[in-house]
């Protein structure tokens, strides 16, 4: 049915998977018919450049991500880096050593050379350690890009043309480490819909599809929803793009101590 069929599991929240957890997740997964899985390291993992990224979170260090992957090749799963180049990174700014690198809230300052050189040891860092030349660059739910440093150095810009100048520069990045990156599609969506990102009908503005650099993939997550008219627009809206395209479901498990498995069955059947 699929031609990739993974796990995203997530390292950045709560905790982080010991060697021993993480292999037997693997076990399973090659167990299940599943060819990938995704370690999602907002930062926790080792950039030998900055020592305080991920400091004191349990991150993985090189040589536990070299030891997952060869086990993970073992078995036939492809363990895919997946972290984050935008946003989402709050924890690295609880150290005054990543300041000057925020924009706002939990946000990378886009046009610094310094971000840039951060993002560029964290690939540099994945490419060290994984054989997968896929990456999951992240870059979801940047609310308020440009609303901060951004907006005092440059003045106000739209938040589509700061994402896609961006998108650019870090694609040169990884085209320069052999990467094949992948993004969450979310913010194509607010960019164009004053913030949503499901939505039953619109279209995104073909200025902004244009500008989307060939290579990459899009990955529409939705966790949420069962309405098929909606699916089927949002399905619609990322093959516009005109570009390889990944959906994300979601198992339920970060809205309290139990997993919901009716919620996570009734979506994904719908989906």
């Not at 349990?58 to 997946?82: H, K, M, N, T, V």
């Not at 935008?86 to 005054?96: G, V």
């Not at 150095?153 to 870090?170: A, C, Q, T």
Request: proline share 4%; with cysteine.
């Amino acid at each position: 049915r699929f031609h990739m069929l993974c796990y995203m599991a997530d390292m950045s929240r709560n905790a982080v998977f010991n060697i021993k957890s993480c292999k037997r997740m693997i076990r399973y997964l090659a167990l299940m018919g599943y060819d990938s899985m995704m370690l999602y390291t907002e930062d926790t993992y080792e950039i030998p450049e900055y020592p305080y990224f991920g400091r004191m979170r349990g991150r993985f260090s090189q040589a536990e991500l070299r030891e997952l992957d060869d086990y993970a090749d073992r078995f036939g799963i492809e363990l895919i880096p997946c972290i984050q180049a935008l946003a989402h990174l709050n924890c690295i700014f609880r150290w005054p050593a990543f300041e000057p690198l925020q924009d706002v809230g939990d946000i990378l300052l886009v046009g610094d050379e310094k971000t840039y050189q951060l993002i560029d040891n964290a690939i540099k860092s994945c490419a060290a350690c994984f054989r997968s030349r896929r990456i999951n660059l992240g870059m979801d739910e940047a609310h308020r890009l440009g609303l901060g440093r951004y907006l005092i150095r440059n003045g106000y810009e739209k938040r589509s043309d700061i994402m896609l100048k961006h998108l650019d520069r870090v694609m040169e990045i990884c085209r320069a480490n052999g990467f094949s990156p992948m993004i969450w599609s979310d913010m194509f969506f607010r960019m164009q819909f004053n913030g949503g990102y499901y939505v039953s009908e619109g279209e995104i503005s073909p200025d902004v599809m244009e500008k989307v650099p060939e290579g990459l993939t899009l990955i529409y997550w939705d966790y949420y929803n069962k309405s098929e008219k909606l699916l089927n627009h949002m399905v619609h809206c990322h093959k516009q793009f005109d570009r390889p395209v990944v959906f994300a479901g979601g198992a339920w498990k970060w809205s309290g101590f139990a997993p919901h498995n009716a919620k996570s069955l009734s979506v994904s059947e719908a989906q």
